[in-house]
């Protein structure tokens, strides 16, 4: 059964280093997002792209986040200067279409800022 | 912003009992709704999804209902199994939008 892969499954990092999370979404999705949930809290939006394009973002996902897919496979998202309550689970996400339909997620990248 | 919640942070059942989850929305102009079951160190798994023009949608042991006039939804696990032991979200999305609002998960213990 086709799946969203995230990598990697854990990743430290120092405070105001930038990190690079990695996802390669169901072959033909479409639609791609990323959503965060930080430890015991609810799972939150932070961005969907479509078309090579961010279609709609969070308020959270401020000018230290970007997301790419270079290459046609690959969805990333990065954080250029890594601040402690960035500290979450990642999930990465892909559909087939908007509208009526669900959202495949990966298995998470657990991001630590120390 | 709570437009989803979840009151219920956690349930526990017998096995073979029914388990039912409850959600509730704030926001009229959602009209697709979406439960996923979470186990711990995985991504959410999509498990049923109902549209607002239903008032009910069945998969196998699961069964959502949705009562838009209450701004209310509920998941029904009939009969419970162990293995249904996880972190439930309810998700909902407003038409001409990208992005899914979670609420905050009601965990279920199903008792062997």
């Known amino acids: 059964e086709p799946e969203v892969t995230q990598t990697p499954s854990h990743q430290v990092t120092q405070m105001g280093q930038e990190v690079i999370l990695r996802c390669v979404p169901i072959s033909n999705h479409l639609y791609f997002y990323w959503y965060r949930q930080i430890l015991g809290q609810k799972v939150e939006f932070l961005v969907s792209f479509y078309n090579n394009e961010i279609s709609e973002k969070s308020e959270i996902f401020d000018d230290q986040f970007s997301v790419e897919r270079p290459d046609g496979s690959n969805f990333t998202l990065k954080i250029r200067s890594t601040k402690l309550e960035d500290s979450a689970m990642y999930f990465c996400?892909?559909?087939?279409?908007?509208?009526?339909?669900?959202?495949?997620f990966g298995q998470g990248t657990r991001l630590t800022v120390v | 912003d709570q437009q989803v919640k979840q009151n219920s942070p956690s349930l526990s059942v017998q096995e073979g009992r029914i388990s039912i989850l409850n959600c509730d929305y704030t926001?009229?102009?959602?009209?697709?709704f979406l439960w996923y079951k979470k186990y711990p160190a995985e991504g959410p798994t999509f498990l049923i999804s109902i549209s607002s023009i239903k008032d009910k949608n069945e998969d196998g042991r699961f069964t959502v209902f949705l009562n838009k006039s209450a701004k209310h939804l509920s998941l029904h696990i009939v009969p419970s199994q162990p293995g249904d032991s996880a972190v439930y979200f309810c998700?909902?999305?407003?038409?001409?939008?990208?992005?899914?609002?979670f609420g905050t998960g009601t965990r279920l213990k199903v008792l062997a």
């Open positions: 998700a909902a999305r407003r038409s001409g939008t990208y992005k899914y609002i």
């Open positions: 996400a892909s559909s087939t279409r908007t509208g009526n339909t669900e959202a495949f």
């Open positions: 926001n009229s102009m959602f009209d697709y």
